[in-house]
């Protein structure tokens, strides 16, 4: 997830090209007959694209030159866990990036223009969140970290003193029992330990626990505030379990609360927004306090699609819904570049360093023009 956010970063950062730059994004997962069902699309996709330009101009040698690279690298041995490619190409500048990934794409598009495309990446990182899964028994520990529809990392401990499994009995039962509740205390502070490392780092959004009741009730007790404050689950899962299980039993717990939280945060922006405090909602609003350089968080309603036309300025670079200006309102330059909104603004967001809210299913924000955000200050 670092190297993706690293990624939108960068690209984000990229000037406005005067030769055409490609953003591919597609779905990589077979069809009902195991068969890919992209190349029909990106066909018709390119053959629409280069209409729009001159016969036989340099643009249109380009963007062929590019979609042949695109199509030979998606025809080649992905492997067949992909379920995503996003794909940027520009044959004029000599780019070319090809960023594989386990989740889909809600939507596959194609994009040419003269900077990299962002919104599908910018919406894959934030509905993707990192957790951290740390399953546990008496004797041994396991900390797997899953991101963007994968298993990231994984790391297996012992505890710091095995327990001696031979029974006992008669008057010494007392006294076994005592040394195996020592046992799971002293394992149950090793185990919060490393977990509390990965958390305190900022490493995940969310983290779940794993393991049978008697070990989850003692790491229950060791839990600091930090992890308690990223605690979403508890699940009895099995210390022997495959990485691969362990995230299909957790990740749809984890897309659950990420949804929730997107619009929890909603509600407070649009509860600050009435009581006239650090938010505003609607489009105009929100445009002008990403000009101002006020945003905290940019948050965009699901729904908030890339039809909304707006202008930019290609001086200044500060934005405005249509109808477009004759000159800059700002720096008074000429004739406003016209752009995709939503694209825009997710653009801007980026460059500045503020984090994207992605929110589904919202009717407040929705009501709202699908966009608002947390400001830092009012001016």
């Given at each position: 997830m670092t190297d993706l956010q690293q990624t939108i970063d960068r690209l984000?950062?990229?000037?406005?090209?005067?030769?055409?730059?490609?953003?591919?994004?597609?779905?990589?997962?077979?069809?009902?007959?195991?068969?890919?069902?992209?190349?029909?699309?990106?066909?018709?996709?390119?053959?629409?694209?280069?209409?729009s330009f001159p016969e036989r101009s340099d643009a249109v040698r380009h963007i062929e030159a590019d979609r042949d690279r695109i199509l030979e690298f998606l025809a080649g041995e992905l492997d067949p866990a992909v379920k995503g490619a996003a794909l940027y190409a520009s044959d004029a500048d000599g780019l070319w990036e090809a960023h594989t990934f386990r989740a889909p794409f809600d939507e596959e598009r194609v994009v040419v223009g003269p900077v990299p495309h962002l919104y599908p990446l910018v919406k894959l990182a934030d509905q993707s969140p990192l957790y951290a899964v740390c399953v546990a028994d008496s004797r041994e520990a396991r900390l797997v970290v899953c991101g963007l529809g994968e298993v990231l990392t994984e790391e297996d401990f012992a505890g710091p003193e095995p327990i001696d499994q031979t029974r006992v009995a008669g008057w010494a039962e007392v006294r076994y029992q005592s040394r195996i509740d020592d046992h799971l205390q002293k394992n149950a502070r090793e185990i919060v330990e490393r977990l509390g490392r990965i958390v305190d780092r900022g490493e995940v959004d969310y983290v779940i626990l794993?393991?049978?009741?008697?070990?989850?009730?003692?790491?229950?007790?060791?839990?600091?505030?930090?992890?308690?404050?990223?605690?979403?689950?508890?699940?009895?899962?099995?210390?022997?379990?495959?990485?691969?299980?362990?995230?299909?039993?957790?990740?749809?717990?984890?897309?659950?609360?990420?949804?929730?939280?997107?619009?929890?945060?909603?509600?407070?922006?649009?509860?600050?927004?009435?009581?006239?405090?650090?938010?505003?909602?609607?489009?105009?609003?929100?445009?002008?306090?990403?000009?101002?350089?006020?945003?905290?968080?940019?948050?965009?309603?699901?729904?908030?699609?890339?039809?909304?036309?707006?202008?930019?300025?290609?001086?200044?670079?500060?934005?405005?819904?249509?109808?477009?200006?004759?000159?800059?309102?700002?720096?008074?330059?000429?004739?406003?570049?016209?752009?995709?909104?939503?694209?825009a603004m997710v653009r801007r967001a980026e460059r500045t360093g503020r984090r994207v809210e992605i929110v589904e299913s919202h009717a407040g924000l929705e009501a709202l023009d699908g966009v608002g955000a947390t400001l830092r200050y009012r001016v």
């Open positions: 984000a950062h990229l000037a406005p090209s005067p030769n055409p730059l490609i953003s591919c994004f597609v779905n990589t997962g077979p069809d009902g007959r195991g068969r890919p069902t992209f190349m029909p699309f990106l066909k018709k996709a390119f053959t629409e694209r280069l209409r794993g393991g049978d009741d008697a070990i989850l009730g003692e790491l229950r007790r060791h839990l600091t505030p930090a992890i308690r404050e990223k605690l979403i689950d508890e699940e009895h899962i099995s210390i022997d379990s495959a990485s691969h299980e362990i995230l299909k039993r957790t990740l749809q717990v984890v897309r659950d609360t990420e949804a929730r939280d997107s619009r929890r945060l909603a509600d407070t922006v649009i509860d600050r927004f009435r009581a006239g405090g650090l938010a505003v909602a609607g489009l105009e609003p929100t445009i002008e306090a990403l000009n101002l350089e006020q945003v905290d968080q940019l948050l965009l309603a699901d729904s908030f699609n890339g039809d909304h036309a707006g202008w930019q300025c290609a001086e200044c670079r500060v934005l405005g819904p249509e109808p477009a200006p004759e000159v800059c309102p700002f720096c008074e330059a000429p004739i406003p570049e016209r752009i995709e909104l939503r694209e």
